[in-house]
T-cell receptor, first 118, second 111 residues
Framework: GAVVSQHPSWVICKSGTSVKIECRSL??????MFWYRQFPKQSLMLMAT?????????EQGVEKDKFLINHASLTLSTLTVTSAHPEDSSFYIC??????????????FGPGTRLTVL | SQKIEQNSEALNIQEGKTATLTCNYT??????LQWYRQDPGRGPVFLLL?????KEKRKERLKVTFDTTLKQSLFHITASQPADSATYLC??????????FGSGTRLSIRP
């Protein structure tokens, strides 16, 4: 099956620093990538959708300047949390879509990144 | 507004029985629905995709149905095992709308 990786799996940083999270589709080309955040015992909250080579589309209420998304290639998207604050602490999960055949519609998720801002 | 709703209450099932989870959608016409399993602290794992023109799909002990009249999908796990305990997410996709996820149903299988 299609595999999506994320790095790092967890990160602890000081308030005010920036953190970059990478999302890679390992065995397929992802035409579309999605970034979600999830709070404990809550569902996934879509932050933004990005297509390779174009600007990300952010959901209402998500600050573009705070959550920078780059989808530079068909296998890599990055989310940078700029000037992180404790309220940004959360579980960030990426997903990718764009496999071949029937799998082209399926959205595959990465394992998630736990961000803790002190 | 467009919604995907899943039973927010946890479902407790005796091992060996069939677990049935429900996903209802409103103000929405998904071209397909996807079911995922999520364990605590992990990303969702894809299980099954069913399209609007498919009534049923199976994969090993899993079965998914899609009823466009009732606007509902049912997810069944037969011969349930304690290892099936997890949160199960339903999501829908339509070309006119973004992908929408339900809030998930927590399933517990007791030995």
């Amino acid at each position: 099956g299609a595999v999506v990786s994320q790095h790092p799996s967890w990160v602890i940083c000081k308030s005010g620093t920036s953190v970059k999270i990478e999302c890679r589709s390992l065995d397929f080309q992802a035409t579309t990538m999605f970034w979600y955040r999830q709070f404990p015992k809550q569902s996934l909250m879509l932050m933004a959708t990005s297509n390779e080579g174009s600007k990300a589309t952010y959901e209402q209420g998500v600050e573009k300047d705070k959550f920078l998304i780059n989808h530079a290639s068909l296998t890599l998207s990055t989310l940078t949390v700029t000037s992180a604050h404790p309220e940004d602490s959360s579980f960030y999960i990426c997903s990718a879509r764009g496999g071949s055949g029937g799998a082209a519609d399926t959205q595959y998720f990465g394992p998630g990144t736990r961000l803790t801002v002190l | 507004s467009q919604k995907i709703e899943q039973n927010s209450e946890a479902l407790n099932i005796q091992e060996g029985k069939t677990a049935t989870l429900t996903c209802n959608y409103t103000n929405y016409s998904p071209a397909y629905l996807q079911w995922y399993r999520q364990d605590p602290g992990r990303g969702p794992v894809f299980l099954l995709l069913i399209r609007e023109n498919e009534k049923e799909k199976r994969k090993e002990r899993l079965k998914v149905t899609f009823d466009t009249t009732l606007k509902q999908s049912l997810f069944h796990i037969t011969a349930s095992q304690p290892a099936d305990s997890a949160t199960y997410l339903c999501s829908g996709y339509s070309s006119a709308s973004k992908i929408i996820f339900g809030s998930g149903t927590r399933l517990s299988i007791r030995p």
